[in-house]
């Protein structure tokens, strides 16, 4: 069962149709159970508006150690952005102290066995968790971790972020393009076809793809699903 703060996913079907920065969201503290599905949160102003400047704030993201149990976890804890993965016979959890900064100990399940899970992508790059978080609580921080960097977002929830990230992706841009088929699918899925890739930047390639006329993203329930053209 999720943690007491309540690990589930946010769904497009029960929300307003507001838009997120990317293909999945799960809340942290929400008490609605939604489905499974690739999910945008409800809504994006709810996300840290004290941001300067509405984009977002960008901080380390540390993994200080690996434990085997959830109790050793808060002595590594010490800045914004600092983790422990609690590892037993594979990943458990990532606690993380909360980027905002406001002190509170984030609890992520990384076991889909336990319920509504996050995934962890590590590389010679650095450590990446999808979908985001989310807290419908308390600070009501939202964030994505990518390759060892915490985007914090403000009220401008849009995917400025998409264009302004500058990593060599032409290869990758091209094996997305092959991976795509008629039906439609999630960033996720896809990247599980690519070897060494992480759905954001899946996401990106994908949405330059339909900027270019050779994909199409899905509308409504089917937002951030996509199909090539």
């Not at 703060?5 to 503290?29: P, T, W, Y």
């Not at 609580?137 to 849009?158: A, E, M, N």
């Amino acid at each position: 069962m999720p943690d007491s703060q309540g690990l589930q996913r946010s769904s497009r079907a029960k929300g307003k149709g507001a838009e997120h920065i990317a293909g999945d969201c799960i809340l942290l503290g929400a008490k609605d159970f939604a489905s499974d599905g690739a999910d945008y949160g409800d809504d994006i102003a709810r996300a840290q508006a004290s941001v300067p400047g509405g984009r977002a704030m960008i901080i380390n993201f540390t993994v200080k150690a690996r434990v085997a149990s959830r109790a050793g976890a808060s002595a590594y804890l010490k800045q914004p952005g600092d983790a422990v993965i609690v590892d037993r016979s594979g990943p458990r959890w990532l606690i993380l102290s909360c980027p905002c900064g406001c002190g509170a100990e984030l609890p992520v399940n990384l076991d889909r066995r336990a319920g509504p899970a996050w995934r962890l992508y590590e590389s010679p790059k650095g450590t990446s968790v999808y979908p985001s978080v989310w807290r419908d609580t308390d600070c009501q921080s939202h964030f994505i971790i990518l390759r060892d960097k915490i985007l914090l977002f403000g009220p401008r929830g849009d995917d400025w972020w998409f264009d302004e990230e500058e990593i060599s992706e032409t290869e990758l841009l091209d094996r997305v393009l092959e991976t795509l088929s008629a039906p439609e699918r999630s960033v996720e899925e896809i990247a599980d076809q690519i070897a060494g890739s992480v759905p954001w930047d899946v996401m990106r390639c994908c949405r330059k793809l339909c900027r270019k006329g050779k994909a199409i993203e899905g509308t409504g329930q089917s937002k951030g699903r996509f199909r090539r053209l």
